[in-house]
């Protein structure tokens, strides 16, 4: 059965079970199968590799390093703790680099080593993912990592060179951020369990902490099929307000700004800033705390191009109702693990697609990154934090409700 039908069966059963949720659950186990935004009868446009997942692109491995320790109030350096690592490797055997490009919509974030990818048009390494005051650990971590398994053939003889991507998004709202919970151990555990297959989704990794659009948020992924070519996305999200939350083009944020019901807790119910307490819904005028996207293609693209495709992402995140606030991190990058070989001095013949041929895959980033964000709401679960702080999960009912009144449900027929 295809992945739409199965998404049109789920939805059919909207009016007659319930999907359950925790009401306050801390965490989320990472191999918890936690449902995707298809199996709520969600639409998307396009056509999805196998699993949906950045993965579909051969080679590409994801790993995942969760960390959640602790309850009640906040002391700094114990806890609570509730935040990760996430690892992308570009290729299975082997660590040649690939050619990549990286681009900004808003800039109040960090992707370390993006000079030289803009430089030499090569990501070395994989990219890593965690929480903002995380990035030097991760950092020295991966160095560490690469050199101890000669992920790459030094310059010279003695000498180790490397200059790691690592990426972030603050999850202060939740987490410790000051008590540097990463460590060492944990990078090389992400790295470590690196693989193919089906992605842990939600809070898990790098997104563990994560609020997006004032729900729980954090790690998603999505696939599209452009031809004889796969476009993956990976995203962490932390970004965006409530009001301005659209799920298949319904603006389901602006009808849930009452929700949770009276009584429930939300720390900040605002836009996901990351800012405690930081006021309500509707008067809120930030719109931001970052997110961080991988585009992954096994289409022959040069630099210029990955850039370009780096450069589409945003308006997947539009499609959401995302815009790039002034207090947002957005930051992607986009790699094709095609050309192999162009890394050797000797030199190598090239392939490229041509520009034309460039806009379905554009698309297909676009397309891929909605539906990446869409699944990690969807998949993360209530989550309670330090001092008591909760950040709800999407709730499912009432998407599908919201969604069914507008006629953007896929339900049998």
Known sequence: MGSRARSARS???????????????????????????????????????????????????????????????????????????????????????????????????????????????????????????????????????????????????GVWWSLPVVAETWDGRLNDINGFHVRKRHVFAAIESAAGGPVSEGSVGGGTGMVCNSFKGGIGTS????????????????????????????????????????????????????????????????????????????APLLPHQLKRLARRVPVGIGRMGGYGADSSGDIFIAFSTANEGAWTQEGAGLSMVSNPRMSPLMLATALATEEAITNAMVAARTMTGRDGNVVHGLPHEEIQRILAVHDRLEIPR
């Open 223 to 298: 696939s599209r099929v452009v031809g004889s070519y796969t476009v993956g996305v990976l995203v962490q999200c932390n970004y965006g307000r409530r009001p301005e939350l659209l799920i298949a083009g319904v603006p389901v944020g602006r009808e849930l700004l009452g929700w949770p019901p009276a009584g429930g807790r939300e720390n900040g119910a605002g836009d996901g800033s990351g800012e405690p307490g930081a006021g309500t819904l509707e008067n809120q005028p930030r719109g931001g705390s970052s997110i961080i996207v991988v585009v992954a293609t096994d």
């Open 11 to 157: 939805a059919g059963l909207l009016f007659g079970l319930c999907l359950l949720l925790p009401s306050a659950a801390r965490g989320q186990d990472p191999g918890a199968g936690a449902p995707r935004a298809r199996d709520l009868g969600i639409p998307f446009q396009g056509v999805p590799g196998p699993l949906n997942a950045i993965t579909d692109v051969e080679g590409v491995r994801v790993g995942h390093s969760t960390i959640i320790e602790g309850d009640g109030p906040l002391v700094v350096g114990q806890g609570p703790v509730r935040t990760g690592v996430t690892a992308v490797f570009p290729r299975t055997g082997t660590s040649e680099p690939v050619f990549a490009g990286w681009y900004s919509l808003n800039g109040n974030g960090e992707m370390t080593g993006t000079t030289w990818v803009e430089e030499s048009g090569f990501l070395e390494g994989p990219v890593m993912i965690t929480n903002t005051h995380s990035v030097g650990t991760v950092h020295q971590a991966t160095i560490e990592w690469s050199r101890n398994a000669a992920a790459l053939n030094p310059d010279a003889p």
